[in-house]
């Protein structure tokens, strides 16, 4: 049984709190939040001790794995420190906004030997692996995708500084999707203004973007984000290729072909599937290298 700790306890941090309670190969054992009260309330919740200071918690609980789920700014050497002691790391995404910042953390964990993962749930999807098994051998032509949603509220995420805009913060689920089920891209252009949010108190963030790939197997595609309040949240991932068309919507996963179309609705919550491939892999050692971990 892995000793598990959690930093960050806002938004997502509720559904790894959630999992790890409820996996009986995992012992949740401390929360930390540099806002006090966050920290007491998800403690006294799930029955563990609360911290504000992160390197008393690693000294004091000295936990076997730990869930970092704080802001694309506020990372520090999180994960460096807790490289350094051995602890294993599933960390959300994006892991910080300044690559080489970013590339120095992969190091320090490669050096480690420890088992690391980033927060890319969507590969958890049943729905996914399912398309997955279908493109095996399959010669995509073309990939196209969307996410559509409204703002964050979260003031710091309509700060560039600090969430590195909609793509970089959130639509970068849909852009790790692709690279799962279409392959490395080699060449990447972009175009992205704030065009109709500018009253926003704050905002320096674009509002539409749109980027275009160049697979490295020749294929062709474009992925688009923006969250100017439209009355419906989006999400789709369309990859065509000679003969069918490969599409998923939100969870659910069409195939169409000449002759048929089949529609597979997802079964799974890919957030527990995560967390509980985290927690199998620490156990085990299977560090599963096609699920997302460095």
């Not at 200071?53 to 506020?74: G, N, Q, S, T, W």
């Not at 960390?91 to 080489?100: S, Y």
Request: hydrophobic share 40%; charged share 25%.
């Amino acid at each position: 049984m892995g000793r598990v700790a959690v930093v960050g306890v806002g938004g997502i941090a509720v559904k790894h709190l959630q999992n790890f309670q409820e996996n009986e190969r995992s012992e949740l054992v401390a929360v930390c939040d540099i806002v006090q009260a966050q920290a007491e309330k998800a403690a006294s919740l799930y029955g563990v001790n609360p911290y504000t200071d992160f390197d008393a918690m690693l000294e004091k609980e000295r936990p076997d794995a730990l869930a970092i789920c704080v802001p694309p700014f506020a990372h520090g050497d999180m994960e460096e420190k807790a490289a350094a002691r051995g602890i294993h790391l599933l960390v959300e995404k994006p892991l910080g906004l300044d690559m080489a910042v970013v590339r120095a953390k992969a190091e320090a964990i490669r050096t480690s030997g420890i088992i690391a993962g980033t927060g890319y749930c969507l590969r958890y999807l049943d729905t996914a692996a399912k398309a997955k098994a279908y493109l095996q051998g399959k010669k995509v032509a073309m990939v196209r995708a969307h996410r559509f949603g409204s703002l964050v509220e979260t003031p710091w995420w309509r700060d560039m500084s600090q969430s590195g805009g909609q793509l970089v913060e959130q639509t970068t689920h849909n852009m790790d999707l692709i690279r799962y089920l279409a392959g490395g891209v080699r060449k990447v252009s972009a175009d992205m203004a704030l065009r109709v949010m500018d009253d926003i108190p704050g905002i320096s963030i674009p509002d539409v973007c749109s980027v275009n790939l160049l697979f490295e197997s020749g294929a062709v595609g474009h992925l688009d984000t923006s969250f100017v309040e439209q009355p419906d949240g989006r999400s789709s991932l369309e990859i065509i290729g000679r003969g069918f068309r490969l599409t998923l919507e939100g969870t659910a996963l069409t195939i169409m072909e000449k002759q048929q179309t089949v529609t597979y609705r997802s079964a799974v919550d890919f957030y527990k599937a995560q967390d509980d491939a985290f927690i199998d892999a620490i156990v085990t050692g299977d560090r599963r290298p096609d699920s997302g971990a460095i």
